[in-house]
Antibody, heavy 119, light 106 residues
Framework: EVQLLESGGGLVQPGGSLRLSCAAS????????MSWVRQAPGKGLEWVST????????YYADSVKGRFTISRDNSKNTLYLQMNSLRAEDTAVYYC????????????WGQGTLVTVSS | SYELTQPPSVSVSPGQTASITCSGD??????ACWYQQKPGQSPVLVIH???KRPSGIPERFSGSNSGNTATLTISGTQAMDEADYYC?????????FGGGTKVTVL
């Protein structure tokens, strides 16, 4: 059974940093791209970042480029999102999601972790 | 940047057919996916590669994609189908979501 478990969310002041983790199980982690998607309170889904299975390719939304860094440790089956220079508009539930085969969408999602940026 | 446009809301009577559109420039040249999200829950993939249903998704969910428009169709809509639905496509290795459509079953 595929499981994705996010952790690391919480309350942080504007300008602060936070690192999210996503522990994966139930599939060959290194074979699949992984993404972070966020959802601000009462709003729609917003893609944040994607990393290829090998970790060599990373992609970011313009809204987080230069502030967030996606990475993965395939030996620990864990995905990360390092978030720096946080802003109030980064407040959201952050989901990690597994890519299906090419063109197959995001077939498994975690339960999400809430990040609140406020003074 | 690439954009996908969905209607904010769709209403449907129980047992009837609901159609949700998703528009984007030459969307038919890309694969479209659809997600269902109920309040307080994580999104669930209901359609991928335009028209394929993942295991466990009821047959009443179907999809199509041509030209500039992808469509999610829910046939014989049930009360449990009331949710937000999001379309999604890939554009140059980035993920693009539509704004979401709230489906209300009246």
């Amino acid at each position: 059974e595929v499981q994705l478990l996010e952790s690391g969310g919480g309350l942080v002041q504007p300008g602060g940093s936070l690192r999210l983790s996503c522990a994966a199980s139930g599939f060959t982690f290194s074979s699949y791209g992984m993404s972070w998607v966020r959802q601000a309170p009462g709003k729609g889904l917003e893609w944040v970042s994607t990393i290829r299975g090998s970790g060599t390719g990373t992609y970011y939304a313009d809204s987080v480029k230069g502030r967030f860094t996606i990475s993965r440790d395939n030996s620990k089956n864990t995905l990360y999102l390092q978030m720096n220079s946080l802003r109030a508009e980064d407040t959201a539930v952050y989901y990690c999601a597994k890519e299906a085969a090419a063109g197959g969408g995001l077939d498994y999602w975690g339960q999400g972790t809430l990040v609140t940026v406020s003074s | 940047s690439y954009e996908l446009t969905q209607p904010p809301s769709v209403s449907v009577s129980p047992g009837q057919t609901a159609s949700i559109t998703c528009s984007g420039d030459k969307l038919g040249d890309k694969y479209a996916c659809w997600y269902q999200q109920k309040p307080g829950q994580s999104p669930v993939l209901v359609i991928h590669q335009d028209s394929k249903r993942p295991s466990g998704i009821p047959e009443r969910f179907s999809g199509s994609n041509s030209g500039n428009t992808a469509t999610l169709t829910i046939s014989g809509t049930q009360a449990m189908d009331e949710a937000d639905y999001y379309c999604q496509a890939w554009d140059s290795s980035t993920v693009v979501f539509g704004g979401g459509t709230k489906v209300t079953v009246l």
